[in-house]
């Protein structure tokens, strides 16, 4: 079966704790995305990669850090620097500069630093 | 500043009725609109999509409208199911352009909660 997954589903850490989220797509897709949503909020992108070994913050990057060393992985990093880590953080996957425009996202990860 | 918008936070409609979900944009350069639909705890799944060559586009009980001009569209169920009951996001990209330098990004609306009652 072709698709996004995400790993843990939920995920609990202390203040201060670096935590990284797991995504992986088995779709080829070039392209990979990190966003994150809160409550009455839409999703707010943190970062993508369009190529393997490139990546590029988007529009709330501050406290968080990525690595593509694969075309099918794109885990995210949530370090201390975060101010408000809790959220439901959403891997998305797409083909590429070109043709499909959608993109494709896995079931989320939603994390509580208590 | 946002440039895609959805005004309603929420929209009731009964079962069998028509929903119609609206969403704004700023940016003139967005030539790629896209609804998603997304259930609680889960990962938004993509709807229905729209070129900017195009004002309209139709897929089953789903059709979403495009007002170029008005830099308005929207999406109609019709009719609508007690399953259509989730958040409908909206969102641009201005794909052709490159817009950002980032070509394929997509700039979401903050979602519109759907509540279809029997």
């Known amino acids: 079966d072709g698709g996004i997954t995400q790993s843990p589903k939920y995920l609990f850490r202390k203040e201060g704790q670096n935590v990284t989220l797991s995504c992986e797509q088995n779709?080829?897709?070039?392209?990979m995305y990190w966003y994150r949503q809160d409550p009455g909020q839409g999703l707010r992108l943190i970062y993508y990669s369009q190529i393997v070994n490139d990546f590029q913050k988007g529009d709330i990057a501050e406290g968080y850090s990525v690595s593509r060393e694969k075309k099918e992985s794109f885990p995210l990093t949530v370090t201390s620097a975060q101010k408000n880590p809790t959220a439901f953080y959403l891997c998305a996957s797409s083909p590429g500069l070109a043709g499909i425009k959608e993109q494709f996202f896995g079931p989320g990860t939603r994390l509580t630093v208590l | 500043d946002q440039q895609v918008k959805q005004n309603s936070p929420s929209l009731s409609v009964q079962e069998g009725r028509i929903s119609i979900l609206n969403c704004d944009y700023t940016?003139?350069?967005?030539?790629?609109f896209l609804w998603y639909k997304k259930y609680p705890a889960e990962g938004p799944t993509f709807l229905i999509s729209i070129s900017s060559i195009k004002d309209k586009n139709e897929d089953g009980r789903f059709t979403v409208f495009l007002n170029k001009s008005a830099k308005h569209l929207s999406l109609h169920i019709v009719p609508s199911q007690p399953g259509d009951s989730a958040v409908y996001f909206c969102?641009?990209?201005?794909?052709?352009?490159?817009?950002?330098?980032?070509?394929?990004?997509?700039?979401f609306g903050k979602g519109t909660k759907l509540s279809v009652k029997p």
């Open positions: 779709l080829n897709h070039d392209a």
């Open positions: 969102a641009a990209s201005a794909f052709l352009l490159g817009y950002g330098g980032s070509q394929g990004n997509l700039i």
């Open positions: 940016n003139s350069m967005f030539d790629y």
